[in-house]
């Protein structure tokens, strides 16, 4: 039962648009989003999260977007850049939970 | 500030032997998690420790278990390998005194069983 779910492996976007990742989760006890970038072979690298009492949270390029009712969340990042390229995972975590469950990645490639 | 450390980053062990991973958190950092990749199941989670005790755990096989060290330094343990268990084992840090965190991964060990 997967109860984060990113239903595209693999995204495609040229440099300098607008990259959009999606996120779905089935389990409404969740209350912290996190996004992380994975290189091959390295660790995942944290890039921004969202609490549950907010519908947005921006950071530099990068802006994630949570619609509870709807039980979605993406993140955008804009403008892309090549080195933006990367898999990209969404996780989420109940309150006073210290497990994140981890979504199965989307694999962006930033065209120059 | 020093990283997440996790030793040793690639290990070849056949099916049937056990196998010791080890993973130094940030400095200061008292919660000590460890995921399993794998291709087909992404990330998933095996265990949490906090302060030597271990507060969380995933739905994994008893053949798997950890400890945590007074200096917060943790350890996991894979006993009885299975071809199945090659992946890579991550483990990732933080204070553990908030549920709104950010986990900090190291670069993981690369487990393959032959």
């Known amino acids: 039962d997967q109860q984060v779910k990113q239903n595209s492996p693999s995204l495609s976007v040229q440099e300098g648009r607008i990259s959009i990742l999606n996120c779905d989760y089935t389990?409404?006890?969740?209350?912290?989003f996190l996004w992380y970038k994975k290189y091959p072979a390295e660790g995942p690298t944290f890039l921004i999260s969202?609490?549950?009492?907010?519908d947005k949270n921006e950071d530099g390029r990068f802006t994630v977007f949570l619609n509870k009712s709807a039980k979605h969340l993406s993140l955008h990042i804009v403008p892309s850049q090549p080195g933006d390229s990367a898999v990209y995972f969404c996780?989420?975590?109940?309150?006073?939970?210290?497990?994140?469950?981890f979504g199965k990645g989307t694999k962006l490639s930033v065209i120059p | 500030k020093a990283g997440v450390t996790q030793t040793p980053r690639y290990l070849i062990k056949t099916r049937g032997q056990q196998v010791t991973l080890s993973c130094s958190p940030i400095?200061?950092?008292?919660?000590v998690s460890w995921y399993q990749q794998t291709p087909g199941q992404g990330l998933q989670f095996l265990f949490e420790?906090?302060?030597?005790?271990?507060?969380n755990k995933g739905n994994f096989p008893g053949r798997f278990s950890g400890r945590q060290f007074s200096n917060s330094r943790s350890e996991m343990n894979v006993s009885t390998l299975e071809l199945g268990d090659s992946a890579l084992y991550l483990c990732?840090?933080?204070?553990?005194?908030?549920?709104?965190?950010?986990?900090?991964f190291g670069s993981g060990t690369r487990l393959t069983v032959v």
């Open positions: 990732a840090s933080t204070t553990g005194t908030s549920t709104n965190y950010g986990y900090t």
């Open positions: 389990n409404s006890m969740f209350d912290y």
């Open positions: 969202i609490s549950s009492i907010k």
């Open positions: 996780a989420a975590s109940g309150a006073g939970s210290y497990q994140l469950t």
């Open positions: 400095s200061g950092h008292r919660s």
């Open positions: 420790y906090f302060s030597e005790t271990q507060r």
